[in-house]
C-alpha cells in the first residue's frame, strides 16, 4: 500500500512517547526509528532490546512491509515477549501512512 508520509508525521504522534525520529533523535523508552524500514530488526547498539526481540532478529526479522505492518497491528503477534507496550493502530491506512512517514528517515 502506498502510504502519505503528511498524514503518517500526525500518526506518529502515538509514538513519540517512546520513539523518535531525524538527525537529533536519542533512543527514548523504545529505539530511534531512523533506517528501520527495510532494515534487520535490533540494530541500534545502545538500545537494550528484549531477548524476545534479539533471538527474532537473529532469525532474519527484517522490518518490511509486511512485517512492520503486522508488528503494528499488535506488536505481540510478531514479538509476543517483546517490550513495546502499544496497543497497536487499527486503521491499514494509519500503518501504510506511518510507515511512509518513517520510510523519509
Ligand atoms: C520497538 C515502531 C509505538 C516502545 C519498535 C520497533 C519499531 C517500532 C519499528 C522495532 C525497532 C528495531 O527493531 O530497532 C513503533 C511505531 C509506533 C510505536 C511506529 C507507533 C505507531 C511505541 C510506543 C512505545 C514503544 C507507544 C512505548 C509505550 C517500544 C519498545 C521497543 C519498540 C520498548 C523495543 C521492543 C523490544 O525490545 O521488544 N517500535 N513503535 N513503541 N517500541 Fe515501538
Known sequence: AEGDAAAGEKVFKK??????????????????????????AGQKEDFKYSSNLLELAE????????????????????????KMSFAGLKKEEDIANVIAYLSGF
Open 15 to 40: 509514538c513519540k512517547a517512546c520513539h523518535a525520529v531525524g538527525e537529533d533523535a536519542k533512543n527514548k523508552v523504545g529505539p530511534v526509528l531512523n533506517g528501520v524500514v527495510g532494515a534487520a
Open 59 to 82: 532469525g532474519g526479522l527484517t522490518w518490511d512491509e509486511e512485517t512492520l505492518a503486522a508488528y503494528l497491528t499488535k506488536p505481540k503477534d510478531v514479538i509476543p515477549k517483546g
